[in-house]
């Protein structure tokens, strides 16, 4: 026996864990996730040539481009850049105060000079040591020497030429790296006819010339910064089979970007890489497991959709390696949209929201930690799903590819073309057109794939189930030429249905659709059918028990049949096989139990095959099934009455156990109840009796008349009215 978590309510269908079969398909599509993933991530395709080449390495081939490539060059921009900045020139700016300090120092040393000639108490080693010790003005004391013993005459003419020449040389713009030029230009302003006077003045102007032009270097890196900034993004291109470099060349990381670019320099294998892969593709499988696996997650837990999922998956992250990794352009245009969109509309919402999730990830790494873009895919995908919804119409796809393109433009501009910052209008005008582009690729291979992986993985979609719905399908036709009663009675049971389907959140359409079809095996032999017999002989009457039941119970097989004929989905043919549940035939019932009396007859051959109701939409058009035709048969007169034999079959339903495999809640059935009477008192409201229309109508052959205040047995296609109220 399958183990179970707690029911909802006795009686209740508690959720199953998966069998064995199960449990080995999931860990064989997780290991098959697992698997893909990884290679998908370290595996390099498509193929990328046989270099693996690193700067400084010799090229040990001449390789060529395969192809046309225009790209973005991060190494000719980061060049440019690098001389525009060294064009421009440090920035200097003069100080006027130096000139004046130093012809005053220029006194000052003059004057220290005169008093230390005229000391004659002082040693002349002594004035020399003194003469040294001065910070700003550097003389071999050789030349101290000579200054302090000229003649009066000639220190006079040595110390008045001094301030005028060194006003001369201070006029000029003196900058550092240019101070020693401006030195050797001193002897050309000294007016002494005296060599030895002469060289004595070139030696103190020399040794006080200071700079007077100092650097602003903050000015100096603004206008850098500026230069820098105003160079635009270069752009490399190859002509297909032009050489990239050749045989025994130096490679350089101008080389290696456009090898990346063109997807012909393979990275050497490293371990960590697969070991890094392989972790990111288990955690991802494990929130993938987490969800299917909730107790909350029936849904998810199908074999079948989660190969859907896989699949989805798998081929678009093969998409993901060949549009990403080394592309400036294309990871613009990748159609992640389509993706969580197809996984949205095609299984559920959540499972998009883990989907743009997985593929947020593997952008990321694929991209080498490109914030931007995986920002950009990730929201883009999810718009596109919350715009599209669950695509119940055709313009709800170009709705959302409108919604993702507009998104993609905003997010564009908002990550990576700022206005504050040059642009390269190629480049923009590029990205620009993906940007749009993306909406439209995605709505298209979204439409497409709904229609495609709708019909191969048998799902019951929004656009599938419009054109079920249509009156002019051709089984729907086919009912209501045939068996036009049970066609009458189907429209009455979608709309109860439908109403509790909304008003306790089960899929409304789907259950409207299904409970058009619930019946279609009545086609085959209509009349054996009381909504089909309007007056004429019972042909149950010429029957055994044993064969009416077996034409009765044939209806749901025979309508599975043509269902298959036509192609309809699963979930819709669910509805077919599961709206009797292994309900008893209880008029033949009875009858063959009279005739065979005191032999016991076998309740196997007067019961439904099933299976029961395993979804709150089947087992909605079975409530509704029974229901409508058991107040069809009685006509309640009163609310009442209506709510009381709605009470009592919704109850006799639920203790037969034919409820037990479906997830209706006791709540949903208060709720069902509820609905139910509402609906069956419009549908069937007491009619005023006409004077011309007083006369009781002739009986029906084999009919009887019903009594008001008789509550039927919940319903069965098969009673015929002479035998049982309930039609």
């Known amino acids: 026996m399958t183990a179970t978590t707690p029911p909802l309510f006795p009686g209740a269908k508690a959720k199953p864990r998966p069998s064995v079969r199960s449990r080995l398909l999931l860990l064989a599509l997780g290991a098959l996730f697992v698997v893909g993933t990884t290679l998908a991530l370290v595996v390099q395709w498509p193929p990328m040539g046989q270099y693996t080449l690193q700067v400084g390495d010799v090229s040990p081939a001449d390789i060529r481009s395969p192809q046309f490539i225009e790209y973005l060059s991060e190494v000719l921009t980061e060049e440019a850049r690098v001389q525009a900045e060294r064009r421009v020139a440090d920035v200097y700016e003069p100080v006027r105060r130096v000139r004046s300090e130093q012809i005053a120092r220029a006194g000052e040393v003059t004057a220290l000079l005169t008093e230390q000639r005229a000391d004659e108490n002082a040693a002349l080693e002594q004035k020399i040591q003194t003469l040294s010790s001065l910070p700003d003005v550097h003389l071999e004391p050789e030349e101290w020497q000579a200054l302090l013993t000229l003649n009066d005459e000639a220190w006079q003419r040595v110390a008045n030429e001094v301030p005028r020449v060194l006003s001369f040389v201070m006029l000029s713009e003196i900058r550092d790296s240019q101070l020693g030029a401006i030195r050797r230009q001193v002897p050309s302003f000294v007016d002494l006819v005296d060599d030895g006077e002469a060289r004595l003045v070139i030696a103190l102007v020399r040794a006080l010339t200071k700079p007077n032009t100092?650097?602003?270097?903050?000015r100096t890196d603004a206008l850098r910064a500026e230069a820098r900034a105003a160079v635009s993004p270069q752009i490399e291109r190859y002509e297909e089979g032009e050489i990239i470099i050749r045989t025994g060349d130096l490679v350089t990381a101008r080389h290696i970007e456009a090898l990346q670019a063109l997807g012909l320099n393979q990275p050497k294998w490293e371990w960590w890489r697969?070991?890094?892969?392989?972790?990111?593709?288990?955690?991802?499988?494990?929130?993938?497991?987490?969800?299917a696996l909730s107790p909350n997650t029936s849904e998810a837990l199908a074999v079948k959709d989660l190969g859907l999922l896989v699949a989805l998956l798998l081929a678009f992250l093969l998409l993901a390696k060949f549009m990403i990794p080394g592309r400036t352009v294309l990871p613009y245009l990748f159609p992640l949209a389509a993706a969580t969109m197809l996984v949205g509309t095609l299984l559920s919402l959540p499972m998009a929201l883990l989907t743009a999730v997985y593929f947020g990830v593997m952008i990321a790494y694929l991209s080498g930690g490109n914030v931007d873009l995986v920002v950009y895919s990730m929201l883009t995908g999810l718009v596109g799903t919350l715009a599209l919804r669950r695509g119940e119409r055709i313009s709800a796809f170009g709705a959302a590819g409108a919604a993702v393109s507009a998104v993609s433009l905003v997010l564009l501009w908002a990550f990576n073309l700022p206005l504050s910052r040059s642009v390269d209008l190629t480049g923009a005008i590029q990205l620009t057109i993906a940007s749009l582009a993306n909406g439209a690729v995605a709505a298209s291979i979204t439409l497409i794939g709904f229609y495609l992986l709708g019909a191969i993985f048998d799902i019951a979609t929004p656009l599938r189930l419009m054109e079920l719905a249509r009156p002019n399908h051709p089984l729907l036709r086919e009912l209501v030429t045939k068996a036009p009663g049970t066609y009458h009675h189907s429209l009455l049971v979608s709309n109860l249905a439908e109403q509790a389907a909304e008003a306790i959140g089960a899929d409304a359409f789907l259950t409207r659709v299904g409970a058009y079809y619930h019946d279609v095996g009545k086609i085959n032999r209509p009349y054996f059918f009381v909504e089909n017999r309007m007056q004429g002989i019972d042909p149950h009457s010429q029957l055994d028990p044993w064969s009416s039941a077996r034409i009765i119970i044939n209806h749901v097989k025979d309508g599975d049949e043509m269902a298959r004929r036509h192609k309809l989905p699963h979930r819709v043919r669910d509805f077919i096989l599961e709206h009797q549940g292994t309900g008893l035939v209880r008029v033949f019932y009875h009858e063959a139990q009279k005739a065979a009396a005191p032999t016991p007859v076998d309740e196997k051959d007067f019961r439904y095959p099933g299976p029961r109701p395993n979804s709150r939409e089947t087992a909605l058009v079975m409530l509704a099934d029974s229901c409508e035709s058991a107040v069809r048969a009685v006509r309640p007169e009163t609310q009442a009455a209506i709510d009381e034999l709605v009470r009592k079959i919704i109850n006799q339903k639920l203790v037969e156990g034919e409820l037990s495999q479906s997830p209706l809640t006791l709540s949903d059935l208060e709720t069902t109840r509820r609905i139910f009477?509402?609906?069956?008192?419009?549908?069937?409201?007491?009619?005023?009796?006409?004077?011309?229309?007083?006369?009781?109508?002739?009986?029906?052959?084999?009919?009887?008349?019903?009594?008001?205040?008789?509550?039927p047995e919940p319903k069965q296609d098969d009673a015929p009215r002479s035998q049982s109220a309930a039609a």
Not at 214 to 218: D, V
């Open 274 to 291: 697969l070991a890094t892969a392989v972790m990111i593709a288990c955690v991802l499988a494990a929130l993938f497991g987490l969800y």
């Open 214 to 218: 100092i650097l602003n270097q903050e």
């Open 677 to 711: 009477v509402q609906s069956l008192q419009g549908a069937h409201h007491a009619r005023i009796v006409y004077p011309e229309a007083a006369a009781p109508a002739p009986p029906v052959a084999g009919a009887e008349t019903p009594k008001p205040t008789q509550i």
